[in-house]
């Protein structure tokens, strides 16, 4: 079975630091690109990054350039977001998802972890 | 970055009605494309992409249609388990953007 399984999230003070993990199995995480999306409570989805197959290539949402930084390790079947400098405005669901591609017909996120809260508040 | 915009936002609807909810982006994306279905407290899950091939496992009741700008879902007769939250989502830049979401609830 394919899954994707986040962890990592939890209660961080504004401009605090936190580490999310995703690991996938049942199927070869290498061939795929890895996006992080979020949901806000009761809000919409926004997509927040994504990574290439062997991690050369990454790509932000303006709003988190310079505080997240996406990393994988194809080893351990294994995505990361770093996240710094946190805001109550992170506020969310973070899921991790996966695509064949950065765009185009190749960017459907055709599977995604449970999702791990994340909470920025004093 | 393109704007998705989703129409209605919300919409009541009984088992076995034709359901179509619409999309406009803000700029041309092709067929780029893609609808997700969200029920309470789980994790969205891909339904209809470029933008009129169904998901594996998908049922046929789903359709998708459009290019260009406007797009449209379409549930050609709702079932209890379709009552949920859908998105639309476009894969023409980066970064992709959703729209803002259909909820559709039962009457």
């Known amino acids: 079975e394919e899954q994707l399984v986040e962890s990592g999230g939890g209660l961080v003070q504004p401009g605090g630091s936190l580490r999310l993990s995703c690991v996938g199995s049942?199927?070869?995480?290498?061939?795929?690109?890895m996006n992080w999306v979020r949901q806000a409570p009761g809000k919409g989805l926004e997509w927040v990054a994504n990574?290439?197959?062997?991690?050369?290539?990454?790509y932000y949402v303006d709003s988190v350039k310079g505080r997240f930084t996406i990393s994988r390790d194809n080893a351990r079947s294994s995505l990361f977001l770093q996240m710094n400098s946190l805001r109550a405005e992170d506020t969310a669901v973070y899921y991790c998802?996966?695509?064949?591609?950065?765009?185009?017909?190749?960017?459907?996120?055709?599977?995604w972890g449970q999702g791990t809260l994340v909470t920025v508040s004093s | 970055d393109i704007q998705m915009t989703q129409s209605p936002s919300s919409l009541s609807a009984s088992v076995g009605d034709r359901v179509t909810i619409t999309c406009r982006a803000s700029?041309?994306?092709?067929?780029?494309l893609n609808w997700y279905q969200q029920k309470p407290g789980k994790a969205p899950q891909l339904l209809i992409f470029?933008?009129?091939s169904l998901q594996s496992g998908v049922p046929s009741r789903f359709s998708g249609s459009g290019f260009g700008t406007d797009f449209t879902l379409t549930i050609s007769s709702l079932q209890p388990e379709d009552f949920a939250t859908y998105y639309c989502?476009?894969?023409?830049?980066?970064?992709?953007?959703f729209g803002q979401g259909t909820r559709l609830e039962m009457k």
């Open positions: 998802a996966r695509s064949l591609a950065r765009t185009a017909y190749g960017l459907r996120l055709d599977s």
């Open positions: 049942g199927f070869n995480f290498v061939g795929f690109w």
């Open positions: 990574i290439k197959q062997d991690g050369s290539d990454k």
């Open positions: 700029q041309r994306i092709r067929d780029y």
């Open positions: 470029a933008p009129s």
């Open positions: 989502q476009q894969s023409y830049s980066t970064p992709p953007t």
